[in-house]
Structure formats: structure tokens, C-alpha cells
């Protein structure tokens, strides 16, 4: 393999506007997901994240045999089904990760069984279940790019309230949190994350974008903002990264992202410090 000339050829393809949209998007995702997902993991909400990427492929089905654009359903549908889900996990006594397998495997069932009722998707569920990053469209940039400033904004403005409620809850209540409030918003943020990423990512890697720089970044760091910081920026860089083998070696941009994210963690697990201030 001649280097110089497959990094040319790489350097022309990121000059295609499918591609830098691609790239793009990929960013904004792994900002998005390291942001919530500092939080998610700390809160063991990494299970509920990953039985909403799950439930959007129920969603997505709906729409097909409404004869509805997903764009259109995805987002509503992840509000509605997360809200629904935090509702039973509150007023049940069975255990959350139990009652979260039950809900994305079955989720995961009935919207395979409802696309097979359409011919002209039976061949396509791959690109939903490991997403298709190039298809990454300019809308989808500008939705993803409000939904980061709203997200960042949200933590911004209650980053105190964040923080009490992931390390003490009770303390956070006992001090006069909308404990409540804020878990709902937080709670409709990463469903809006989640839903608005599928199509890039795809439904079974989705949960990646949330857990993995966020466990990455928990093992590099020792305060708490730090960690926020370095969770998203895990995910913008492994996007990058990922995007450029991806294209040097031909490779699927989904898991090949998900592949350099693994690599990340694995290096942060192996850092001095990484043991001392693990969780």
C-alpha cells in the first residue's frame, strides 16, 4: 500500500460534501453522547440508554407502515417511550436491568416483525441496526447542532444540580432540588440524543456514544468538570478518528468509531492513575 497516495485519496474523499457531512455529524454525535453519557454512567442509566437505541427501531417501524418519514416519529416516539419506561421502572418492584431487557429485546423483536411486513425494507435493516453516517443529511446537522447547544445549556445552567443529584440524590432533595424535574429533562435529553443519532449510528451501536468515552474519561479523571469536558471530547476525537480509518481502509464508519472509542478505554484502563481513581 502506497501511504502517500491513500492519504491523498482520503484528503480528496473528506473534500466530498457527503463526507465532510459525515464527519460532521459524527462530532456532533460523540460531543452529544460524551456530554449525557458523563452523567448516565455515574447514574446507571447505561442499560436505559441502550434499551431506548433499541426502541428506536420500533419506532422507526411504526412510521414505515404509517407511511410516515422517521424523522418525523423518531423523535416524539424516543420522548414518549423513555417517559413510559421511567414511569414503570418508578412503580414497579422488579429489578431495572430485568425489566430494561424485557423492554429493549422485545422493542428490538416487534420492529424487525413489523419491517418485515414491508418489502422494500427487508434488505435495508442493517443500515438501521448499524446506522449509515454517510446518509447524514444538512437538517440532521442543524437538529444535532441545536439539540448540543440545548444539552450543553441545560448542564451549564443546573451543572450544580447535575452533580449532587449524580453523587447524593438525597442531599440534592434535602437542599431543595426539583430532584423530579430534573430527571425528567435529563431523562428526555438523552432519549432526544439517542433518537436523533440512530440514523448515523444505528440502532445497536447507539449505546456506545454514551458509554464508552464517558467510562474513558471517568479513568482519566479526578474532578468532576474535568470529566464532563474530557467525556465529550473523547467522543468528538474518536468520531474523527474513526471516520478517517474508516475511509483509508474502506471500513464500515459506524463500528469502526465504536472500535477507536474501544481502543480509547483500553488505553485510559492502562494509565498509572487509571486503578487509584476508578470508581
Known sequence: MNIETELTRVIELFQLPFMQRALLGGVLT???????????????????????????????????????????????FSVVFALTVTYVLERTQLWTDALLNIIYSSSLAIGIILLSFRDEYRGGISHLLFGDILAVQTTDLVFSAVLLVVCAGFIGLTL?????MTLHEPMAMARGVNVSAQRTAFIVLLSLVVGISIKAIGVLLISAFVVI????????SRQFTHYIVISAGLGAISAVVGMLL??????????????????????????PTARAIAP
Open 30 to 76: 460523540g460531543l452529544m453522547g460524551g456530554l449525557l453519557g458523563s452523567f448516565t454512567i455515574l447514574r446507571q442509566l447505561s442499560f436505559f440508554s441502550d434499551a431506548l437505541g433499541h426502541s428506536a427501531l420500533l419506532g422507526i417501524s411504526i412510521g414505515f407502515l404509517l407511511g410516515i418519514s422517521p424523522a418525523w416519529i423518531l423523535l416524539p
Open 160 to 164: 450544580r444540580s447535575q452533580i449532587l
Open 213 to 220: 468515552p464517558a467510562c474513558a474519561a471517568r479513568l482519566l
Open 246 to 271: 474508516s475511509a483509508l481502509f474502506d471500513l464500515p464508519s459506524g463500528p469502526s468509531i465504536v472500535t477507536v472509542q474501544l481502543g480509547i478505554f483500553l488505553l485510559a484502563a492502562l494509565t
